[in-house]
């Protein structure tokens, strides 16, 4: 399995960006998508997640600029992200949990780059 990010990129505050990340493989089925912001300290904090089902969660400083969704059909997840601020500066990484040898588990894309200028 692997995944594929993409979308980052340098934007001025209050600009958009829209990340996406695509899973390829032999994808049984998905549990749930989501996107993670790795700052300064290379912790990877959760910004935003949803699951099969269409459940979100978002961390509470992206409530109301972010907008997650998920295409099960493509194994895709978005992030629209608006009204950027300097503080979403970071690389953002994606993870599914997803079935791909008879059990679920966790895979990672590669990070992608948001940079936000003030």
């Known amino acids: 399995v692997q995944l594929q990010a993409s979308g980052g990129g340098l934007v001025q505050a209050g600009g958009s960006l829209r990340l996406s990340c695509t899973a390829s493989?032999?994808?049984?089925?998905?549990?749930?998508m989501g996107w993670y912001r790795q700052g300064p300290t290379n912790q990877r904090d959760l910004v935003a997640s949803?699951?099969?089902?269409?459940?979100?969660n978002y961390a509470d400083s992206v409530k109301g600029r972010f907008t997650i969704s998920g295409d099960n059909a493509k194994n895709t997840v978005y992030l629209q992200m608006n009204s950027l601020k300097p503080e979403d500066t970071g690389v953002y990484f994606c993870?599914?949990?997803?079935?791909?040898?008879?059990?679920?588990?966790?895979?990672w894309g590669q990070g992608t780059q948001v940079t936000v200028s003030s």
């Open positions: 493989g032999n994808i049984r089925s998905i549990n749930t």
């Open positions: 993870k599914q949990i997803l079935d791909a040898a008879g059990y679920y588990a966790q895979y």
């Open positions: 949803i699951t099969y089902g269409g459940k979100t």
